[in-house]
Antibody
């Protein structure tokens, strides 16, 4: 069974940093691209970033480019999102999502999300 | 960059058929695959249609997807509506310039 479990969310002040993690299990992690998607509670979905199976292809939404860094450790079956210079508007539930292939811009499995709140 | 526009809400009765549209603002709807995700309140999204019209295993055949180049839109059709289908539905596509693009979501009410 495919499982994606996010962690690392919390309350952080504007301008500070936070690192999210996503632990994957139930599938060969290094065969799949992975993504982060966020959702402000009560609002729609916003793609944040994606990384190919071997980290050779990486993409970011304009809203986070230069502030967020996506990475993965295939030996640990883990995906990460380093978030720097956080803003109030980054407050959201952050989902880890699997893409059905080594570099695809669509998603087949989602985690349950971890909540990031940016507030002073 | 392109946008995907969905109706804010739709409603229909149990047993009936409903169609949710998703219109692409620029470029062709056929340029890249369209996916549909379903999200109940308090839950994570799940995929109901991928690559325009493919159903993941476990998704009933009451759910179907299509694209229409003449209207530059994609559609999700749900037949034999059940109360459990009540949820938010999001379309999604992509291109090399915009990256991943989601529609704004459609709230389906089954009453």
């Amino acid at each position: 069974e495919v499982q994606l479990v996010e962690s690392g969310g919390g309350l952080v002040q504007p301008g500070r940093s936070l690192r999210l993690s996503c632990a994957a299990s139930g599938f060969p992690f290094d065969d799949y691209a992975m993504h982060w998607v966020r959702q402000v509670p009560g609002r729609g979905l916003e793609w944040v970033s994606g990384i190919s199976w071997n980290s050779g292809s990486i993409a970011y939404a304009d809203s986070v480019k230069g502030r967020f860094t996506i990475s993965r450790d295939n030996a640990k079956n883990s995906l990460y999102l380093q978030m720097n210079s956080l803003r109030v508007e980054d407050t959201a539930l952050y989902y880890c999502a699997r893409a059905p292939g080594i570099w695809r811009l669509l998603f087949d499995y989602w985690g349950q999300g971890t909540l990031v709140t940016v507030s002073s | 960059n392109f946008m995907l526009t969905q109706p804010h809400s739709v409603s229909e009765s149990p047993g009936k058929t409903v169609t949710i549209s998703c219109t692409r603002s620029s470029g062709s709807i056929a340029d890249s695959y369209v996916q549909w995700y379903h999200q109940r309140p308090g839950s994570a999204p799940t995929t109901v249609i991928y690559e325009d019209n493919q159903r993941p295993s476990g998704v009933p055949d009451r759910f179907s997807g299509s694209i229409d180049s003449s209207s530059n839109s994609a559609s999700l059709t749900i037949s034999g509506l059940k109360t459990e289908d009540e949820a938010d539905y999001y379309c999604q596509s992509y291109d090399t310039t915009s990256g991943v693009v989601f529609g704004g979501g459609t709230k389906l009410t089954v009453l």
